[in-house]
């Protein structure tokens, strides 16, 4: 059930995120117009990074409760590293939204 919750809110972000690329690319925007969408980029970054750190707590718990010994700590060796390359990716994003912003200034 939480998975799902996780789910919609990742497609969420996703939506909003685009809609904001989309809207960075299409015009010139003013100076107040860039400070309110770099805000929200902020704010996107953060919960995506929420989302990779909710996934891996998911991850970890799926780890704790099906397996054990070495299999167990490779499985949640693999959730820390997936949500770190979800927080990379996340960052990448956001930095690629704020130039794009930096671009459509005035």
């Known amino acids: 059930m939480s998975s799902n919750k996780t789910l919609s809110a990742l497609v969420a972000v996703c939506a909003a995120s685009f809609c904001l690329s989309t809207q960075a ?3 010139t ?3 107040d117009q860039a400070k309110d969408m770099k805000t929200q980029s902020e704010a996107q970054y953060q919960a995506r990074k929420k989302v990779a750190d909710a996934n891996e707590d998911l991850n970890r718990a ?3 409760t099906a397996l054990e010994g070495a299999a167990k700590r490779a499985c ?3 959730a820390k590293a997936t949500a770190k390359s979800d927080k990379a990716d996340a960052k990448t994003l956001h930095e690629t939204e704020e130039q794009r912003i930096k671009d459509a200034k005035k």
Do not use: L, N, Q, V
């Open 62 to 64: 799926d780890c704790k």
């Open 29 to 31: 925007i003013t100076k």
């Open 76 to 78: 949640e060796k693999s």
């Open 25 to 27: 690319a299409d015009a």
